[in-house]
C-alpha cells in the first residue's frame, strides 16, 4: 500500500512522503535500521545516504568490467548495487562515475533508471534529474549523477554541453557544474594542496574516504586475507559486516588539511566518501558474499542531512542538494551502530544556527551539542563507551576545547573560528561479535563526525 502511495504520487510530481517513526528494534551488525523521519524542534528532516559512489557507468567498476566488449551493461554487478540501495534502506545515493563512462552515456541511463522495475524519475524543464530506484516492499531511494574525474561534481541536471569539461580542474569547469545544479566537491583530500582547496570554487571535500582508508590499513586487511579469509579460517574472525573495525579510522593528513582550510577563513561542507566499486575485495565472508559487496560497503557508513521538506512534506534532489551545499551535514560509521538523537546547533542569543551557517560573537553564542545513543542496542550488553569532543579549526589541524561522555555539552564561544563535533566510541557492545579478535573492539575510533558551524 505505501509503495502504490508513493508511486500515485511521484507520478503526479510529487516525491515521497516522510516515513512515520519507526517501532523499536535490538540491533546486531548487519541490521539495517531506517531513521525516524519526524521532523525535529527546528523543522529538519534527518535523511541518510552516500555521497561518491560508483556503479556499472564507471570504467573500474565490477572488477575491471562493467561492460562486455558489445556494451551490454555487467547486469550482476547492477542487480548487486540495486540489491545494496534496497537492502541498506538509505535515502539517498549521489553517483560519481568517473568520466570516460559517464561522459559517454546519456539520462536517464546514467541514473540507473529502469522503468521495467517500477523506478520513477524526477523531471525538470531541462529533463530528467533524479531516479527513485524502487525497492520491493520498501521505499525507493534517490539517485543523482555525478562524476569523479578532474573534481567531483554531484547532483548533476543533466551533461555539460562541452563533456570534456569534467577533466578540467579549474573554476570556469566548477561554476559551469554550479549552474547545471551540481554541488562541487572533491574527493581524497591526500591528492589536493590547502591552497586548492582554498581557492578553487568549491562546496567541499572529503573528511573521509574508504578507499584510502582500506589503503592505509593495507598491512591489517592482508592478514585478515592472507591468514584468515584465504585459508579459510573465518571462524575466529568478527562478524562479516565489522570487517572494517580492523581499521585505524583516523586520518591525521585529512583532518590537518580540513583544519587549515577552514582556519584560513574558507567555508567548506565536508563529506564521507564510500568509493565503492565493487572491485576490491572479491573474497567471500561467512555470510557467502563477497568483502566489498555493495550493501556491505554502502551500510558501513553514511552522510546525514538535515533537510527542509516542502510545505506537503515531501522531498526530492532539490531539498537534498540545497542540504548538502549549506554544510547541514554528518557522517556516521554505521557498522558499530547507528547514531540516534545527534545534534549540534549554534545558539545566537535566542536565535538557532545550523551547521553550515554563521553566528555572530556579538550576539552571544553558546554552541550546544546532543550525545547520541546507539538506536536499538541491545540492553543486555556492555554498553559502547562513548565520547563527545568540541574541535575549533587551526592551522594544522583541530584542538578540543570541550568534551562531554553523556548528555549535552553547552559551550560559551568566546573566539571566533569553526567549530565542529566528534563523537568517539569505544564499541564495547560488539564483542560478542568480535570472534578472536577482541582486541579490536577496545580501541576508541571516531563514530559520528560533523561538518561545522562558523562564529564570527
Known amino acids: 500500500m505505501r509503495h502504490a502511495l508513493f508511486l500515485a504520487l ?9 516515513d512515520p517513526p519507526l517501532p523499536a528494534a535490538v540491533w546486531q551488525p548487519g541490521m539495517a535500521l531506517r531513521l525516524d523521519r519526524a521532523p525535529n524542534a527546528r523543522g529538519y528532516v534527518e535523511l541518510r545516504g552516500l555521497v561518491h559512489v560508483h556503479s556499472v557507468y564507471s570504467h573500474d567498476a565490477c572488477d575491471g568490467q562493467p561492460h562486455d566488449d558489445a556494451g551490454v551493461r555487467n547486469q550482476t554487478c547492477l542487480e548487486d548495487f540495486r540489491r545494496g540501495v534496497c537492502q541498506t534502506q538509505d535515502d539517498f545515493f549521489f553517483l560519481t562515475d568517473h568520466g570516460d563512462s559517464f561522459a559517454d552515456n546519456e539520462f536517464p541511463e546514467v541514473l540507473l533508471f529502469d522503468a521495467s522495475r517500477g523506478d520513477v524519475l524526477v523531471q525538470r524543464p531541462s529533463g530528467p534529474s533524479a531516479n527513485w530506484l524502487a525497492c520491493p516492499g520498501a521505499n525507493p531511494a534517490l539517485i543523482m549523477a555525478g562524476t569523479e574525474t578532474g573534481t567531483m561534481p ?9 563533456r570534456s569539461l569534467y577533466g578540467d580542474v579549474d573554476n570556469t569547469a566548477l561554476d559551469t557544474f554550479h549552474s547545471m545544479g551540481g554541488i562541487t566537491l572533491v574527493p581524497h583530500v591526500e591528492d589536493w594542496t590547502v591552497d586548492q ?28 586475507l592472507l591468514n584468515y579469509v584465504d585459508k579459510g579460517l573465518l571462524d575466529g574472525l568478527m562478524h562479516p559486516d565489522l570487517f ?67 510545505s506537503d512534506g515531501t522531498w526530492d534532489d532539490v531539498e537534498l542538494k540545497e542540504a548538502l551545499k549549506a554544510g547541514r551535514n554528518f557522517g556516521v560509521f554505521e557498522f558499530l551502530g547507528y547514531a540516534e538523537g545527534f545534534d549540534f546547533v549554534a545558539m545566537e542569543g535566542q536565535t538557532p544556527r545550523e551547521l553550515g551557517q554563521t553566528a555572530l560573537l556579538a ?5 550546544e551539542a ?26 594544522g589541524g583541530w584542538d578540543e576545547v570541550a568534551s562531554v561522555t553523556e548528555g549535552t555539552l553547552e559551550f560559551p564561544v568566546t573566539q571566533r573560528g569553526a567549530y565542529r563535533v566528534e563523537v568517539r566510541m569505544v564499541p564495547r557492545h560488539l564483542k560478542n561479535f568480535a570472534g578472536t579478535r577482541r582486541a579490536f573492539f577496545t580501541a576508541e575510533r571516531p563514530w559520528v563526525m560533523s561538518s561545522a558551524l562558523y562564529v564570527e
Open 197 to 224: 582547496l582554498s581557492e578553487l570554487h568549491l562546496d567541499g571535500f572529503e573528511m573521509f574516504n574508504l578507499h584510502r582508508n582500506a589503503l592505509k590499513n593495507a598491512g591489517v586487511a592482508a592478514d585478515l
Open 10 to 18: 511521484a507520478l503526479m510530481g510529487c516525491p515521497k512522503p516522510v
Open 244 to 310: 572494517f573495525a580492523a581499521f585505524n579510522l583516523d586520518d591525521e593528513l585529512y583532518m590537518n588539511r580540513w583544519g587549515t582550510v577552514l582556519a584560513r577563513g574558507h567555508h567548506r561542507v565536508t563529506t564521507m566518501g564510500t568509493d565503492c566499486h565493487r572491485n576490491t575485495f572479491p573474497q567471500l565472508l561467512q555470510d557467502g558474499e563477497r568483502i566489498d559487496s555493495y550493501r556491505r560497503m554502502m551500510s558501513a557508513f553514511s552522510n546525514h542531512l538535515l533537510i527542509k521538506p516542502k
Open 370 to 395: 546532543v550525545m547520541p545513543k546507539v538506536k536499538g542496542l541491545d540492553p543486555t550488553v556492555e554498553a559502547p563507551a562513548l565520547k563527545l569532543q568540541l574541535l575549533k579549526a587551526r592551522d
Open 154 to 162: 554531484v547532483g548533476l541536471e543533466g551533461h555539460a554541453a562541452q
Open 363 to 367: 550576539n552571544g553564542v553558546t554552541l
